[in-house]
């Protein structure tokens, strides 16, 4: 087909014209200028908006903050304290509700909770509007430490005020940084002994590494520091078998043996007695 024919088009009478390389219809420019004006009229309207808004805010700030940002006059308490004292806890909340719901320093308010000794860990939630909640995690006691310090179950020690359901716990002693060592050791002993009907009362580590152990019915054990486990097993098997009815009469027991138990009645006379 000629170059001619390409250019051919239809005409208004139906026939073919030709049409100009290049040329456009005029007929489709008419909707892309419609959606323009749409588009330019949302943006003004919207900015219209926005001033009104700002104006009305501008006008009504004080009313607005009052309704949004109103302080605080209800305080939740997730669960029931055991150990914090309860108007304690509430006093130090107190002390920063005197701003409004946003003003509140969430922050200052844990760091102030956990400063109590009872208090292991503190979740503070605000809920708007006007609604405080605490979720207190409270530290628990599983033997003192020394004479003024308690040890919770981590081997992590505290020292509250101690009251006297305290003085039932078992006592550990040691050296400075060895809690969670004397926390494990206690519960170790604990669970050789279950068998014989013994409860550690006491538990204390020298500073050279010796163990000794008090039991609830005032005898003492000494175990010292090298084959520990192998001592105490051999002290198991000796109760079990030869000392269940006699233990009321003795004092102390010595382990410090490779191959023998040193027994000291509350007679004060010491009888040895081998056991291999």
Not at 69 to 79: E, F, G
Not at 161 to 169: I, Y
Not at 222 to 227: F, K, L, T, V
Request: aromatic letters at 6%.
């Amino acid at each position: 087909m000629s170059n001619a024919n390409n250019r051919q088009g239809f005409s208004a009478h139906g026939g073919m014209r030709d049409v100009p390389r290049g040329a456009v219809s005029l007929k489709k420019a008419a909707p892309v200028a419609a959606e323009s004006s749409r588009k330019n009229y949302a943006g003004v309207l919207l900015l219209v908006l926005f001033l009104c808004s700002a104006v009305l805010f501008t006008q009504n700030r004080e009313q607005i903050n009052g309704y949004i940002n109103k302080p605080i006059r209800v305080v939740q308490m997730a669960n029931p304290l055991q150990r914090a004292n309860e108007h304690s806890v509430r006093a130090a909340l107190a002390a920063h509700l005197d701003g409004g719901f946003f003003a509140l320093d969430v922050q200052a308010i844990k760091e102030q909770l956990e400063a109590n000794p009872w208090v292991e860990k503190a979740v503070i939630t605000r809920i708007w509007p006007d609604t405080l909640s605490v979720a207190i995690t409270e530290e628990i006691a599983i033997a003192r430490w020394g004479d003024k310090r308690l040890l919770n179950q981590y081997g992590e020690s505290f020292a509250p005020e101690l009251q006297e359901d305290d003085q039932t716990l078992p006592l550990l002693n040691g050296p400075e940084g060895m809690e969670r060592k004397v926390m494990e050791q206690y519960q170790v002993f604990s669970q050789m002994l279950s068998d014989t009907g013994l409860r550690v009362r006491e538990i204390e580590l020298s500073e050279r590494g010796s163990w000794t152990l008090r039991m609830d019915n005032d005898l003492s054990v000494s175990i010292g520091r090298s084959n520990v486990m192998e001592r105490v097993q051999r002290f198991v098997k000796f109760y079990q078998h030869h000392l269940n009815e006699q233990v009321a009469s003795v004092a102390a027991i010595d382990l410090r043996y490779n191959n023998g138990i040193s027994i000291r009645n509350k007679t004060d006379m010491p009888v040895g007695v081998a056991s291999k």
